[in-house]
């Protein structure tokens, strides 16, 4: 069974860079599109943007000049970073693999909150 | 962008009864590019249904999905206690990957 895991640090500063990874154990990082969306609390998901296995990219409109998704097939990971953050960008931030077969976001992480607060 | 608008933003039912949540697009998503979520607190969504009408792998087929274009539809026939949940649709039919504000279904 495929796994993700999100992992950095749950406190950002504004202005700073936020950065978290995901680990995918279970199954390979091909020939997937892998994703990230957050979910401020309370509130509904946004999609960010997602990495294919072999680094092609794309990302929401509305954080493009901030988002930063890339690969690492080696490790079976793969990042995200959102530089310039405001207290707008805390959210619950999960990793998610999306599934041609299935046309939708087929596994995802756990989830975790990252604060943007000085 | 096309915006997804859900219906009703809460759900008040009890065990046993029909439930019917509805997903209306400002534009065309296509005959198939429409997802279904569901999310309990404290847990990451779980795909439900893909291209409008599939049910996921494990998925009971108390849940059912129709519609096409504009309007689409999620109906749980039976609601099981498990059922109560938040549940989101979501399109795919273009860029950016769009996700409804989400319908609560609680219990009454």
């Known amino acids: 069974q495929v796994q993700l895991q999100e992992s950095g640090p749950g406190l950002v500063r504004p202005s700073e860079t936020l950065s978290l990874t995901c680990t995918v154990s279970?199954?390979?990082?091909?020939?997937?599109?892998w994703n990230w969306i957050r979910q401020p609390p309370g509130k509904g998901l946004e999609w960010i943007g997602f990495?294919?296995?072999?680094?092609?990219?794309f990302y929401n409109p509305s954080l493009k000049s901030r988002v930063t998704i890339s690969v690492d097939t080696n490790n079976n990971q793969f990042s995200l970073n959102l530089k310039s953050v405001t207290a707008a960008d805390t959210a619950v931030y999960y990793c998610s693999r999306w599934t041609e077969d299935c046309q939708g976001f087929e596994f995802w992480g756990q989830g975790i909150l990252v604060t943007v607060s000085s | 962008e096309i915006v997804l608008t859900q219906s009703p933003g809460t759900l008040s039912l009890s065990p046993g009864e029909r439930a019917t949540l509805s997903c209306r697009a400002s534009?065309?998503?296509?005959?198939?590019?429409l997802t279904w979520y569901q999310q309990k607190p404290g847990q990451a969504p779980r795909l439900l249904m893909y291209s409008a009408s599939s049910r996921a792998t494990g998925i009971p087929d108390r849940f059912s999905g129709s519609g096409s274009g504009t309007d689409f539809t999620l109906t749980i026939s039976r609601l099981e206690p498990e059922d109560f949940a938040v549940y989101y649709c979501?399109?795919?039919?273009?860029?950016?990957?769009?996700f409804g504000g989400g319908t609560k279904v609680e219990i009454k």
């Open positions: 279970g199954g390979s990082i091909s020939p997937f599109y």
């Open positions: 990495t294919s296995y072999s680094g092609h990219t």
């Open positions: 979501q399109h795919y039919h273009n860029s950016p990957l769009i």
């Open positions: 534009q065309s998503v296509g005959s198939k590019y």
